[in-house]
């Protein structure tokens, strides 16, 4: 129902930074926890971080708290992932995700509605 569009991705160095960000269509988008995910070639796809429908409560996964951060504009209908102090272990295909049936934030990809197509995003050393 809802169309998320992810962009910013890229090739960095390690140490550098990238603002990802992730436009999702209709005028409800205040409504939906809003998550980031991704996943690196031969690994499974892993929670990065979400954030609940006021942008008040966020959540990250250990691997990136304290150089990543999630917002979101909802007048804009837009999400945001910062990312600070990036490193090669970084390197993966980035997603957004839309949760609809609830306003619990979620960490498991099974409990998103929603997904963009993914941006690429490379950290080299």
């Known amino acids: 129902q809802v169309q998320l569009a992810e962009s910013g991705g890229g090739l960095v160095q390690a140490g550098g930074s990238l603002r990802l960000s992730c436009a999702a269509s209709g005028r409800t988008f205040s409504r939906y926890v809003m998550g980031w995910f991704r996943q690196a070639p031969g690994k499974e796809r892993e929670f990065v971080a979400a954030?609940?429908?006021?942008?008040?409560?966020?959540y990250y996964a250990d691997s990136v708290k304290g150089r990543f951060t999630i917002s979101r504009d909802n007048a804009k209908n837009t999400v945001y992932l910062q990312m600070n102090s990036l490193k090669p272990e970084d390197t993966a295909v980035y997603y957004c995700?839309?949760?609809?049936?609830?306003?619990?934030?979620?960490?498991?990809?099974?409990?998103?509605?929603?997904w963009g197509q993914g941006t690429q995003v490379t950290v080299s050393s």
């Open positions: 995700a839309a949760r609809d049936r609830s306003a619990t934030i979620a960490t498991k990809s099974g409990e998103y509605d929603y």
């Open positions: 954030i609940n429908w006021s942008g008040g409560s966020t």
